[in-house]
């Protein structure tokens, strides 16, 4: 269909972003096709390793998934997204096309190997998380493309996640948000991906805050300089939510906290995170 | 202004009755129950997908109705604060709010309620963190929420058994 109807048209998801820029009609597409009443496009599997999402999972199924569950991270996102009547409604796959700054899925999964299925006339392709968000509000999709999956990677044993976002009400988007997963042998972190959402135009893949971590002890002076390379990381615009400043000086402080949380789950702990109401 | 738009047939359950509604395909959900069924308890607060005072619930999941359109809920089950009552009696959610003076001014209640059924259908005895949770996507700017907490807490109890 959207082959007929040109680059005009618009896919419709779970609707809880693209309805309201409707209203407010910085978007305005010609037609609408609404995706809602295709059946097997909502579905969680694990596979060979693999989690694998439809692109019109619901956020509310992903927090409620007894799957999803063994990745804590995952968890932390869905069960974190606005409000209960939002994560019925907004799906993975929109939240990944829209490419919002301040969407919480892409950060998430940043720090796990993440990849996107896009399904057009040629067929489906596999894109790297990383390849596939291009910029705000902008992704890999051809205008004849969908999103069709999700597949992730499952975690190695003995690695464990966090996702915090700050927020001033649960509907709105957050301030800040941070992202770890690190993977542990004894005390050492032998592994880790950090991200940072909200403090760019895209989630911030914090390079030298994971060096920061890797190979070394888990110790005060290890999370310290981690949040610090984060600080440094972060490219936040002042705004309604915030100076740059305190969006700065937020971001790691929730590195901090996350890391922290990410360890004690390495280790097996069950450490229950809510996303944080100023 | 763009041309008429030719209207869709939407086929949709209101609190237990299937209507076959003439509606613009842009038509949003809440415009559709309070301008083409007159259901104006479900209420516009925001319209902006952040206040929760339209919520309904579809299929037993609460939604915010001001972003959606309606010609989502074809096939759909829909139930608006109007459905709550039965008989001429008052829902023992409506009752609670009632008791524990859960309400002010009254605007966010209807939405506050469908929130309040999504979790009491799940979860029979929510703690406090699960009543929070369950209505942060709702808004009241008169109680400060503790008497609407109150409230919940005694639904639950009216509904045991229930």
């Known amino acids: ?278 | 202004m763009p041309d008429a738009i030719a209207k869709v047939t939407l086929k949709v359950t209101v609190n237990g009755k299937l209507h076959a509604l003439d509606v613009e395909p842009r038509m949003l959900l809440v415009e559709m129950l309070r301008e083409q069924l007159d259901l104006t308890g479900t209420h516009v607060g925001c319209d902006t997908t952040y206040c929760g005072a339209c919520t309904v619930l579809m299929n037993g999941a609460a939604v915010k109705s001001c972003t959606m359109f309606a010609v989502q809920a074809e096939g759909a089950e829909i139930t608006t604060v109007e459905g709550l009552e039965k008989d001429g009696q008052m829902h023992p959610i409506q009752k609670a709010f009632g008791d524990a003076y859960g309400l002010q001014c009254g605007y966010c209640t209807p939405g506050l309620m469908l929130s309040t059924l999504q979790l009491l259908s799940t979860d029979k005895q929510p703690d406090e963190k699960a009543m929070r949770k369950a209505i942060a996507g709702n808004t009241c700017r008169c109680t400060g929420y503790q008497n609407i907490l109150k409230a919940m807490q005694f639904a639950a109890q009216n509904m045991k058994g229930a």
């Not at chain 1, 990745?71 to 939002?86: E, K, M, N, T, Y």
């Not at chain 1, 981690?226 to 615009?237: C, S, V």
């Open chain 1, 1 to 278: 269909m959207l082959f007929q109807l040109g680059d005009d048209a618009k896919l419709l998801a779970g609707g809880q972003s693209l309805i309201p820029l409707m209203k407010l009609r910085f978007a305005n597409p010609t037609h609408l096709v609404d995706l809602n009443f295709i059946s097997g496009t909502s579905f969680i599997r694990e596979d060979k390793g693999t989690l694998r999402f439809g692109s019109l999972t619901r956020h509310a199924e992903i927090e409620n998934s007894a799957i999803v569950a063994k990745v804590p991270i995952l968890h932390d996102c869905a069960a974190g997204i606005a409000d209960v009547q939002v994560r019925n409604r907004g799906t993975i796959g929109g939240s990944l096309a829209e490419a919002d700054p301040s969407g919480d899925w892409a950060v998430v999964l940043s720090t796990l190997a993440t990849e996107v299925r896009c399904l057009g006339k040629h067929g489906e392709r596999a894109v790297d998380l990383q390849d596939f968000i291009k910029d705000a509000y902008t992704t890999d999709l051809a205008h004849n493309e969908l999103v069709s999956e999700i597949v992730i990677k499952m975690p190695a044993k003995g690695s464990g996640g966090a996702y915090l976002a700050f927020k001033r009400a649960a509907p709105v988007y957050p301030t800040a948000s941070a992202a770890v997963q690190l993977t542990l042998d004894g005390n050492v972190c032998v592994e880790a991906a950090i991200a940072l959402g909200c403090v760019g135009l895209t989630a911030i893949k914090a390079g030298d805050a994971e060096a920061a971590l890797r190979g070394q002890s888990i110790s005060e002076k290890t999370l310290s300089a981690a949040a610090e390379a984060a600080r440094a990381a972060a490219d936040p615009q002042s705004d309604m939510r915030g100076s740059a400043d305190y969006k700065r000086t937020l971001v790691g402080a929730l590195v901090r906290r996350a890391i922290d949380i990410a360890v004690r789950r390495a280790r097996g702990g069950r450490v229950e995170v809510s996303h944080i109401y100023a």
